[in-house]
């Protein structure tokens, strides 16, 4: 589908980016294959808006996949990246800001011990490779619709922009590779009870997205997280809990604030990732004392990294959470609210059935369904094809939205009535469209 809004200078980009990388994108999704048209260069953001190299300004809900939390551009934010990055970029050596994060992810999670990283493939990558070395097993328990970046290990039945251009999972990865990993259904007790009782002594851990957001926005079932807790426990696994993208969002201490916190349990393990950062490449695993302790060098498990902990992302993640405070997630949370009332009012003006689903301030639409969806197979049965037209009709009325019905949208902190506004004008027409197609 082409779109109205005006791209000359976007789509000279995209020429010259397919020249010269594949897709054109360094990162699939963002190539707009799902939803067809031309993916927008972006030149400048600010806030909660983001100016293309046609000088269109659209409200932001993609926040950068996750990392944005208090908008773009927060003046504090570059203050202090600009102060850092003019102190030089990258010491090689341990660095005091590195120091400070680590100190900030602890005080605010159930870690005891936290390693950093640059990406949250990593984060899982390594995180798996601690819970195989720390158990001495193999085998891995992974929820289908639940994405933990492109780990070869974990691309089977994988969320994200797997699930978005219909990939099977991926060539390249041997079959042994993913033979140790087993694939159940999401929220589902008895397939994780089944799958213990046949193989408990072989797994390593159960990976989890702490809540899934990479199939668009599915909640864990009241009670599952600590279901796989202490089912873990039980068997001698460990839980890996992935919060790359609930982590300091939903609320200041990641999803963990919502159950375990509540609930007096802690996963063994924990990822990081997105807002940790602030817009840099900055990611984290981290969890008990007795298993992260194997990490080298003060254990045998190998795992490094030339640019992890970098003083100038370190510093953009460490001012990003010092400003992330109780109003701002207050905040997050309020417009989340006004957000999702005003799309479920227009879709259903327009008579689209839907389900907003959200966890936290993360929120996207089941379309064509009238009732919550719980698992990867549910979200699959929506009409994907409508959310291509309300999607081109939000773009042409200035809001970008994630090229995809399985994702998430973002909000920040520094969403406020003027977006309000620009949704509430841009929603009716794009309901309509979405009715219509
Ligand atoms: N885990 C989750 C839950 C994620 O959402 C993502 C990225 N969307 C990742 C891991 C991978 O992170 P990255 O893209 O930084 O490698």
């Known amino acids: 589908?082409?779109?109205?809004?005006?791209?000359?200078?976007?789509?000279?980009?995209?020429?010259?980016?397919?020249?010269?990388?594949?897709?054109?994108?360094?990162?699939?999704?963002?190539?707009?294959?799902?939803?067809?048209?031309?993916?927008?260069?972006?030149?400048?953001?600010?806030?909660?808006?983001?100016?293309?190299?046609?000088?269109?300004?659209?409200?932001?809900?993609?926040?950068?996949?996750?990392?944005?939390?208090?908008?773009?551009?927060?003046?504090?934010?570059?203050?202090?990246?600009?102060?850092?990055?003019?102190?030089?970029?990258?010491?090689?050596?341990?660095s005091p800001p590195e120091v400070e994060l680590a100190e900030e992810i602890v005080a605010r999670t159930p870690v005891d011990l936290v390693r950093m990283v640059t990406s949250g493939t990593e984060a899982t990558m390594s995180a798996i490779r601690l819970a195989r070395g720390f158990t001495g097993r193999t085998r891995v328990v992974k929820f289908a619709g639940c994405y933990h970046g492109h780990v070869d290990s974990l691309l089977a039945e994988a969320g994200s922009g797997v699930v978005t251009l219909g990939l099977p999972g991926s060539p390249g990865i041997p079959a042994h590779v993913t033979a140790d990993t087993i694939v159940l259904p999401y929220n589902d007790r008895d397939a994780v009870t089944a799958a213990f009782a046949e193989h408990g002594d072989e797994i390593a851990c159960v990976i989890t997205e702490a809540a899934a957001g990479n199939m668009g926005v599915v909640s864990p079932l009241p009670g599952f997280n600590q279901f796989l807790s202490e089912t873990c426990a039980a068997h001698g696994a460990l839980l890996v809990s992935d919060e790359v993208m609930t982590g300091f969002r939903v609320t200041r201490s990641?999803?963990?604030?919502?159950?375990?916190?509540?609930?007096?349990?802690?996963?063994?393990?924990?990822?990081?990732?997105?807002?940790?950062?602030?817009?840099?490449?900055?990611?984290?695993?981290?969890?008990?004392?007795?298993?992260?302790?194997?990490?080298?060098?003060?254990?045998?498990?190998?795992?490094?990294?030339?640019?992890?902990?970098?003083?100038?992302?370190?510093?953009?993640?460490?001012?990003?959470?010092?400003?992330?405070?109780?109003?701002?997630?207050?905040?997050?949370?309020?417009?989340?609210?006004?957000?999702?009332?005003?799309?479920?009012?227009?879709?259903?003006?327009?008579?689209?059935?839907?389900?907003?689903?959200?966890?936290?301030?993360?929120?996207?639409?089941?379309?064509?369904?009238?009732?919550?969806?719980?698992?990867?197979?549910?979200?699959q049965r929506q009409e994907t094809h409508r959310y291509t037209a309300f999607f081109h009709a939000m773009l042409d009325a200035g809001v970008y939205l994630p090229p995809s019905a399985y994702e998430s949208w973002f909000v920040s902190a520094a969403h406020d009535d003027e977006a309000l506004t620009r949704m509430a004008e841009a929603l009716p027409a794009a309901a309509r469209a979405a009715a219509a197609a």
Request: charged share 15%; aromatic share 8%; glycine share 14%.
């Open 1 to 94: 589908m082409e779109t109205m809004s005006s791209t000359p200078q976007s789509q000279q980009w995209f020429d010259r980016a397919v020249q010269v990388s594949p897709g054109g994108v360094n990162s699939p999704v963002r190539a707009f294959r799902a939803v067809g048209g031309t993916p927008r260069f972006m030149t400048s953001a600010q806030g909660a808006w983001l100016h293309d190299a046609d000088g269109t300004r659209y409200l932001d809900l993609v926040g950068s996949w996750g990392p944005m939390l208090l908008g773009h551009a927060h003046p504090e934010v570059i203050a202090a990246v600009t102060e850092a990055a003019s102190r030089g970029t990258s010491f090689g050596t341990p």
């Open 254 to 379: 990641g999803h963990w604030g919502l159950d375990g916190a509540q609930e007096g349990w802690r996963p063994d393990l924990l990822t990081f990732g997105k807002v940790m950062g602030g817009g840099f490449p900055a990611a984290a695993f981290g969890g008990r004392a007795d298993v992260m302790a194997l990490l080298a060098p003060s254990g045998p498990v190998y795992q490094a990294g030339t640019l992890a902990g970098n003083p100038v992302a370190s510093t953009a993640g460490l001012t990003t959470l010092r400003l992330a405070d109780d109003a701002a997630y207050a905040r997050l949370d309020d417009w989340s609210a006004q957000a999702r009332a005003l799309v479920s009012s227009a879709l259903d003006d327009a008579g689209v059935p839907h389900v907003v689903q959200n966890v936290g301030s993360m929120f996207s639409v089941v379309w064509g369904l009238t009732e919550p969806v719980h698992d990867f197979a549910g979200v």
